[in-house]
């Protein structure tokens, strides 16, 4: 049985949309958060990086990283249905935008959320959310221009992408500009949210954030 540690409004989101797909069993561990930072020193024993998400395996081992465990088990339950086969285009092309999605978006967001984190400097915060928040825009633009006509990021199959895009967006500090500034990007997002599997898990995580374009 799988454990996965998780908390509203965080990248758990990801892989347990990803379980939720393949139809296994698993359970929902609630990490203590205190104005939305980890404070749970049970944690950390979990994950050094004391972030969520962690996912405990049926073996007893633990993987960290959103992007690793999405994949891993999309991987190991290709009943999910969510990455196209090992070799091909469509895998290399997820590789692609998985890590571009993680280093030019999530982690940029992660520094306009806790720029505290990022600066010694007590007056810095200001300009670390501006060029945070720039550099997220500049990224999701990229995906737009890349997009072709869907309804998923990769045509007709839905993949890791899609969940993992969505997320992003729903975490965007000004959502519906950045939807109504990428059309392509809104209709993946209108997709998903409409999902019968993963639909419900935008409300469990508190991700009201696509609901206007129902
Ligand atoms: N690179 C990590 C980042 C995880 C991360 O920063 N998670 C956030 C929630 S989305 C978190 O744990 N925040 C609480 C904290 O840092 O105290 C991943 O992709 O899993």
Same mark, same amino acid.
């Given at each position: 049985m799988y #454990? =996965?540690?998780?908390?509203?409004?965080?990248?758990?989101?990801?892989?347990?949309? %990803? =379980?939720? =797909? $393949? *139809? %296994?069993?698993?359970?929902? !561990?609630l990490v203590k958060r205190t104005n939305g930072r980890v404070d749970d020193t049970e944690f950390s024993k979990i994950s050094p990086m004391q972030q969520i998400p962690a996912l405990l395996m049926p073996d007893g081992s633990v993987l960290c990283e959103s992007v690793a465990i999405? =994949? $891993? %088990? $999309? &991987?190991? !339950?290709?009943?999910?249905?969510?990455?196209?086969p090992a070799g091909t285009q469509d895998r290399a092309l997820v590789y692609r935008w998985m890590m571009h999605m993680v280093c030019n978006i999530y982690e940029p967001d992660l520094r306009y959320s +806790?720029?505290?984190? +990022? #600066?010694?400097?007590?007056?810095?915060?200001? *300009?670390?959310?501006? $060029?945070?928040? &720039?550099?997220m825009d500049r990224s999701f633009d990229v995906v737009e221009a890349e997009l072709k006509d869907g309804p998923w990021f990769l045509g007709d199959t839905m993949t890791v992408l899609d969940i993992h895009l969505a997320a992003y967006a729903c975490w !965007?500090?000004?959502?519906?500009?950045?939807l109504q500034r990428t059309p392509k990007i809104a209709g993946i997002c209108t997709n998903i949210r409409k999902h019968a599997v993963v639909g419900p898990l935008f409300e469990l995580y508190n991700m009201r954030d696509l609901d206007f374009l129902a």
């Open positions: #454990t =996965l540690f998780w908390s509203t409004r965080t990248a758990a989101f990801m892989p347990d949309a %990803v =379980l939720s =797909l $393949a *139809g %296994v069993a698993f359970d929902r !561990h999405s =994949l $891993a %088990v $999309a &991987e190991r !339950h290709p009943e999910a249905g969510v990455l196209p +806790y720029s505290d984190r +990022y #600066t010694t400097d007590p007056n810095g915060q200001q *300009g670390i959310k501006q $060029a945070s928040a &720039e550099r !965007h500090f000004d959502t519906p500009s950045l």
